[in-house]
């Protein structure tokens, strides 16, 4: 199999920076509105912030890959003293819960590294992280090419899993025959 270069975007997270302004959440959802700009809702947004202050949490979390069936179990985790929400550390749209999805059509959400047109050199939810919670680095690794599923497939994949196959190749030849 062919070797190519592939480019490894991370954020690092640093918790304990941040404050929950959820800046970070208002940046990415109006990024990725359409038109761009035109709007913001923290549920569109593909970072979101478990933000307890009763409890000191202030966590941030991106958004990773759909997942079409829930796991068997839930992890509760404790650190340092503090509990953090059931999931709070998992980053699928799992149909367990709302976050993740497009809060009307309930399409899955995910981080995309700001790659969307225009690209951004560096992370809009890092950029606007005043707090520096969020740091963005990028290095090259060499890996086996590999086959990539694009964003409409699995927005479709997701579809078939919630309603059938058949549901799906109705409505959209439907749609199509409309003016
Ligand atoms: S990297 Fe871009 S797409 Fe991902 S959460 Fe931050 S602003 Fe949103
Ligand atoms: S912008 Fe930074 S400080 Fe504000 S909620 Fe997001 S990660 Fe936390």
Same mark, same amino acid.
């Given at each position: 199999?062919?070797?190519?270069?592939?480019?490894?975007?991370?954020?690092?997270?640093?918790?304990?920076?941040?404050?929950?302004?959820?800046?970070?959440?208002?940046?990415?959802?109006?990024?990725?509105?359409?038109?761009?700009?035109?709007?913001?809702?923290?549920?569109?947004?593909?970072?979101?912030?478990?933000?307890?202050?009763?409890?000191?949490?202030?966590?941030?979390?991106?958004?990773?890959?759909?997942?079409?069936?829930?796991?068997?179990?839930?992890?509760?985790?404790?650190?340092?003293?503090?509990?953090?929400?059931?999931?709070?550390?998992?980053?699928?749209?799992?149909?367990?819960?709302?976050?993740?999805?497009?809060?009307?059509?309930?399409?899955?959400?995910?981080?995309?590294?700001?790659?969307?047109?225009?690209? $951004?050199?560096?992370?809009?939810?890092?950029?606007?992280?005043?707090?520096?919670?969020?740091?963005?680095?990028?290095?090259?690794?060499?890996?086996?090419?590999?086959?990539?599923?694009?964003?409409?497939?699995?927005?479709? $994949?997701?579809?078939?899993?919630?309603?059938?196959? $058949?549901?799906?190749?109705?409505?959209?030849?439907?749609?199509? $025959?409309?003016?």
């Amino acid at each position: 199999m062919a070797k190519i270069k592939k480019k490894i975007k991370t954020i690092k997270i640093d918790i304990s920076k941040c404050n929950g302004c959820r800046a970070c959440e208002m940046i990415c959802s109006a990024f990725h509105a359409n038109p761009k700009y035109s709007s913001n809702n923290p549920e569109r947004s593909r970072i979101r912030m478990f933000r307890e202050p009763l409890n000191d949490v202030y966590l941030p979390v991106y958004a990773g890959e759909y997942a079409a069936a829930e796991c068997m179990g839930r992890d509760i985790y404790v650190l340092d003293g503090r509990e953090y929400e059931e999931c709070a550390f998992c980053r699928a749209a799992c149909p367990s819960r709302d976050l993740f999805h497009e809060p009307d059509s309930g399409l899955p959400l995910k981080c995309d590294m700001c790659e969307d047109d225009p690209p $951004q050199e560096v992370p809009l939810c890092v950029k606007w992280c005043v707090n520096d919670a969020l740091v963005y680095e990028e290095r090259e690794e060499e890996v086996d090419e590999e086959e990539s599923i694009d964003d409409v497939e699995v927005g479709l $994949q997701s579809l078939v899993d919630k309603h059938g196959l $058949q549901k799906l190749v109705e409505t959209i030849t439907r749609m199509s $025959q409309k003016d």
